[in-house]
C-alpha cells in the first residue's frame, strides 16, 4: 500500500520556524513530483511547493524566502522547512505525490494522487 505520513506541525509564535516531514512507503519520492499543500476554509487546496522528480523546486510568492522543500532519498522523506512564519500561514498542511501539479484542488483528491492525513500549523501573535 502506498501511504505518505506527515509529522512537525504544532504551535508556533509568529516568527517562529516549523519543519514539516512527509515520509513515504511502498513509492520512492525520488520517482515522483512531490507537493505540499495548504488547505483553505472551503477545503481546496492550495500547491504551495513542489519538488519535481528532476529535483527542480518551486514556490508560490507567498513563501518564497522564508519556505524550503528538500527530499531525502535515504529516508524517503520530503521536508518542507517554514522559517518566519506569519499569521496567515496557519492552516492544515497535506502532502501529496500528484500525478498533476495543479494550483488549487480538492483537498485528499484521490484521483490526483497519494495524499497524506494533514498537520496542523498553529501561528500565533
Known amino acids: 500500500e502506498v501511504q505518505l505520513v506527515e509529522s512537525g506541525g504544532g504551535s508556533v509564535q509568529a516568527g517562529g520556524s516549523l519543519r514539516l516531514s512527509c515520509t513515504a512507503s511502498?513509492?520512492?519520492?525520488?520517482?515522483?513530483?512531490m507537493g505540499w499543500y495548504r488547505q483553505r476554509p472551503d477545503n481546496v487546496c492550495d500547491l504551495i511547493s513542489t519538488?519535481?522528480?528532476?529535483?527542480?523546486?518551486d514556490y508560490v510568492t507567498s513563501v518564497k524566502g522564508r519556505f524550503t522543500i528538500s527530499r531525502d532519498s535515504v529516508k524517503n522523506t520530503v521536508y518542507l522547512q517554514m522559517n518566519n512564519l506569519h499569521i496567515d500561514d496557519m492552516a492544515v498542511y497535506f502532502c501529496?505525490?500528484?500525478?498533476?501539479?495543479?494550483?488549487?484542488?480538492?483537498?485528499?483528491?484521490?484521483?490526483?494522487?497519494?495524499w497524506g492525513q494533514g498537520t496542523q500549523v498553529t501561528v500565533s501573535s
Open positions: 501529496a505525490a500528484p500525478r498533476l501539479l495543479l494550483v488549487s484542488v480538492q483537498c485528499g483528491l484521490k484521483g490526483l494522487g497519494v
Open positions: 519538488v519535481r522528480r528532476d529535483g527542480t523546486v
Open positions: 511502498g513509492m520512492d519520492v525520488d520517482d515522483s513530483h
